[in-house]
């Protein structure tokens, strides 16, 4: 049977070009205008970018895709979707329309691993009430798989990067330690059956909204998912785009039951280090072991929502969130701005 | 100074998986339900899906993105957005947000190649009046770069591929030839300075919409763009999803100046091969040359809008389109559906 993980460099989210070098790119570009429409783009790092139709609802856009982080065809074509939905929801919105951005060896790869793959995120897509309606795919040297995603949102209902308050509460949905784990398995020191639980996670969809009340959802100023620059990294993108400082209490970030062995076994990708670099001068360890520091540098497929919401309701989202995603865990406060962005103690 | 096409096997449109191959991978997968709102999707192999927001109003979306055409990186950038943006326009859309799809070698490509490929595509983006909201960006062995688009289109102006109508007449806004000028210089075969009538096409916006009036574009009764699938795919499609045949006069046909030279060069590639075999049954040639069927088997990569408009407005929408797409011709005509869905004599 093939292994997919076997047939690649780098996997997932791991693959992904690190924010420095992106930032360095992009600095050197001349952008289009920004027409009149569009709330939010890239500018902010958030998550999707926000489009207004007309004074009621947007589109939310995002775009995703990588080379395989799991060794089973099904799975991959699942966690690519579950891990691009993600960035629609992580705005507020529900996911209408996806695309399917596929590039595969054509001449090498049977057309059964390409239709897993396929299969897989179609069941995905189904689960989140979203429609497959294009995409495009070409033959490549290796396989990567990911979804174009569009869906809609009331205007006054996006959760932006920029709404964290002082005061508010930090709520993570999904254990970290993806990106550990998954080097373990492409090192082949974890088999899918130990890897269990990341996996099931990866595939989980970040559909949180569907278990929350209308009021639970007013309660909920801000998100983001934990995706390839690591709890550290998206929560500085949060923290400054937000104005505020993110204060995590070490102790309570949910991982998997395997994440600490793996970091300790150092199963380590090259993200890690860049995530590391990317925000060493904004965060602050207090009291912190060398190798848990590396949870917060880990790069994360398909990670959780990090939601920021007003303390009253903080135990009662836990509670609903817990029968979906049973590791859902308050992590922290939001407080006001101070000499770092991110602090871990 | 790189010479992108150098650093792949197969460029553009060309890298395209085949026709037929998709359709049997695709013919293997359960897809999600078709949710409210989705009116154009994959099925109809049309040009671009639409979803309806409202009763007025719908959103246009497409996805393409290729290995280097050309050599140069920001004409590259340009063709892939152009190429993008073009399934918008053949829907009768206007385009509002892309987002990019970033494949490359991080460590061995210089960041001044990067940029300039995005330079080119905002520069065409900024053309469309359009904006680049966000994208993706992944670490790869060859470069690969493209756009995901979303237009807006009123849902009583819809250019689907079954508008064609029995008496309209075809006419096509571009040359056909970039799929072999192109493989003449990735051989080397011509400069770019040679090749500059198809570069400049390549680049150029099918924006034909900004070119007609109001009423022009109530004669408009279909629409496709010709890209990977040759005219012969394209029009296959068409014909199809309209239950008619087209009828193509091979001599009004445009061409680039080195079109013919080039075929009879035998600069081809291997979807003029699958182009061949995915339209042989329904397309019927009477007395064109061997070498000269290939032009419609040509893939190509950005090419023109195929219309399909009422006879008696044909000419006036010709001129009018002739000042931006100087080779603008009727092509041919719509014809009742009869044993063939494409005759070329």
């Not at 799975?75 to 596929?102: E, H, Q, W």
């Not at 330690?177 to 492409?186: E, F, L, M, S, Y």
């Not at 949910?254 to 060493?280: G, I, M």
């Amino acid at each position: 049977m093939i292994k997919l993980t076997q047939t690649v460099k780098k996997g997932g989210c791991a693959a992904k070009v690190p924010a420095m070098v992106l930032k360095e790119i992009l600095a050197g570009v001349k952008f289009p205008p920004k027409i009149q429409g569009v709330v939010i783009d890239g500018d902010s790092f958030d998550d999707a970018a926000i489009f207004k139709i007309d004074d009621n609802i947007s589109i939310v856009q995002t775009l995703d895709f990588f080379t395989p982080i799991v060794d089973s065809p099904y799975d991959f074509g699942a966690v690519a979707a579950a891990n691009a939905l993600s960035d629609v929801y992580a705005m507020g919105g529900r996911p209408k329309t996806c695309m399917a951005i596929l590039a595969a060896p054509m001449a090498t790869m049977e057309y059964q691993v390409i239709q897993e793959v396929l299969q897989g995120s179609c069941d995905v897509i189904a689960e989140a009430k979203a429609s497959l309606v294009g995409g495009h795919s070409i033959d490549d040297d290796t396989l990567k798989f990911g979804l174009s995603v569009t869906g809609l949102v009331s205007n006054d209902k996006v959760w932006s990067n920029e709404g964290a308050r002082p005061g508010d509460v930090l709520i993570l949905t999904k254990p970290i330690g993806t990106g550990t784990i998954c080097a373990g398995i492409k090192k082949e020191f974890y088999t899918a059956t130990e890897a269990h639980e990341a996996l099931s996670s990866m595939k989980r969809l970040n559909n949180a909204i569907d278990f929350l009340s209308a009021e639970d959802l007013q309660h909920i100023h801000g998100a983001t998912d934990v995706t390839g620059f690591g709890l550290a990294g998206h929560s500085y993108q949060v923290a400054k785009a937000s104005d505020v400082s993110l204060k995590f209490n070490h102790k309570q970030i949910p991982l998997f039951d395997l994440t600490v062995a793996s970091l300790k076994a150092a199963n380590l990708t090259k993200a890690h280090r860049s995530n590391n670099d990317y925000t060493q001068k904004v965060l602050q360890f207090k009291n912190i072991e060398e190798v848990e520091t590396q949870i917060y540098f880990d790069p994360q497929t398909s990670g959780g929502l990090l939601l920021s919401v007003s303390p009253e309701s903080a135990e009662g989202i836990v509670k609903k969130l817990e029968t979906a995603f049973p590791k859902t865990s308050i992590v922290g406060v939001v407080e006001k701005r101070s000499e770092f962005y991110v602090y871990v103690e």
